[in-house]
């Protein structure tokens, strides 16, 4: 950008960018991207409203391209503490260090601040899984519900072909949103919504646009034979339906397929891509996220407040409602009012305000949404 200066090479089997400001004031963001399938290895700017941001500010960033690729926060975790290091040696230690990313790069936020507490003074986590590896549970639990109120188990031993067209053919027919709605179709769009945070602005939109997404742990890896599958978890998963769509109660629960996890890959000491997070910050993160997001369901930030709020931590967590159905889709606004409330609260100039995540949803995000998306279901 003007008045910065590019920077760029490997370390580590990872590609790094950094760009630093004619006039840097000593400070640095480390910007974690989310997950990334192809086998490339390639750093990536972060959101442009609040690269424009940082240079205009006199802040450095840096960003890794991680030294492998699919869902690893925990070696892309190492891997920006790292660049980090990397920059230290190559521009001067920053006096203030803030750590940022996107989707799987928000559980890379969380475990940083939880793990490297002296290494970072505050976070911003943007869709963020701060829920660590329960966002492996949620996947498979999606699949597990659908089986269930369809009436049908897709094959797990017959390899990923065969679980694609099971899906198309019976699955699909059975629940998909955009069909009739029949019962089985509103019982479990019902049995998601409850699942992901309940009643909120933009459900239907985000659910629709998910909806065909969120198998792609069943059938990518029927077998259960990568780590990432073998984690994940649907022992305590609690579904509802809503009254009167034929699953009432504790039906769901009753019937649902359970798969329990490869217990050592739950162990936060062996495998920290799959652990849980803890909530047990010591220095202040402040997250956005999007109330119909079906990706990364706000659920995950639900969870993560009362992780923090058991760890003692819950005044160095602010949570924000952005009232849209996309996946890590801010408005340029909502990013830089975030990054700027961000550095004040860091700097001793007050907690910022935030939504309460864990209370009624259904008409929130309103304080933080600018501007309302087209649509906006408004309180119903």
């Not at 920290?272 to 202040?284: H, Q």
């Amino acid at each position: 950008l003007p008045g910065a200066k590019a920077h760029f090479g490997t370390r580590g089997g990872a590609a790094f960018r950094v760009e630093m400001p004619s006039r840097w004031n000593g400070e640095l963001l480390l910007w974690a991207h989310g997950f990334r399938a192809w086998p490339e290895t390639r750093a990536e700017n972060p959101p442009e409203a609040l690269r424009r941001a940082l240079i205009d500010g006199g802040y450095a960033w840096a960003a890794s391209s991680f030294s492998g690729n699919g869902y690893i926060p925990g070696a892309a975790t190492n891997d920006t503490l790292a660049l980090k290091e990397h920059f230290s040696e190559q521009f001067g230690k920053p006096t203030r260090t803030y750590i940022a990313g996107g989707s799987m790069g928000g559980h890379v936020v969380a475990l940083s601040l939880e793990n490297f507490p002296g290494e970072y003074d505050g976070g911003l986590s943007l869709c963020g899984v701060v829920a660590g590896g329960e966002w492996i549970d949620y996947q498979m639990a999606w699949t597990t519900a659908a089986e269930f109120i369809a009436g049908f188990e897709l094959p797990r031993d017959q390899g990923t072909e065969k679980a694609a067209e099971a899906l198309e053919s019976k699955l699909f027919p059975a629940l998909d949103p955009a069909g009739e709605p029949t019962e089985q179709v509103k019982a479990f769009a019902s049995a998601i919504r409850n699942l992901t945070g309940g009643h909120r602005p933009f459900f239907a939109e985000g659910y629709r646009a998910a909806f065909r997404f969120n198998f792609g742990l069943a059938t990518g890896d029927p077998g259960r034979t990568v780590a990432y599958s073998r984690a994940a978890s649907t022992i305590e998963v609690d579904f509802r339906a809503d009254p009167g769509l034929g699953f009432d109660g504790d039906a769901i629960n009753k019937g649902v397929r359970r798969l329990a996890p490869d217990a050592e890959l739950r162990d936060a000491a062996k495998h920290p891509d799959t652990a849980p997070t803890t909530g047990k910050l010591r220095d202040p993160l402040l997250t956005l996220h999007e109330s119909g997001d079906l990706t990364v369901p706000i659920s995950m930030e639900q969870s993560y407040r009362r992780k923090a709020d058991a760890a003692g931590a819950g005044d160095l967590l602010v949570q924000r409602i952005i009232r849209h159905s996309g996946h890590c889709e801010f408005s340029d606004s909502e990013i830089t009012r975030a990054w700027d409330d961000l550095t004040a609260w860091v700097s001793g100039k007050g907690r910022p305000g935030g939504d309460d995540i864990l209370g009624d949803l259904s008409d929130a995000g309103r304080a933080y949404t600018d501007p309302l998306r087209p649509g906006d279901p408004g309180g119903k």
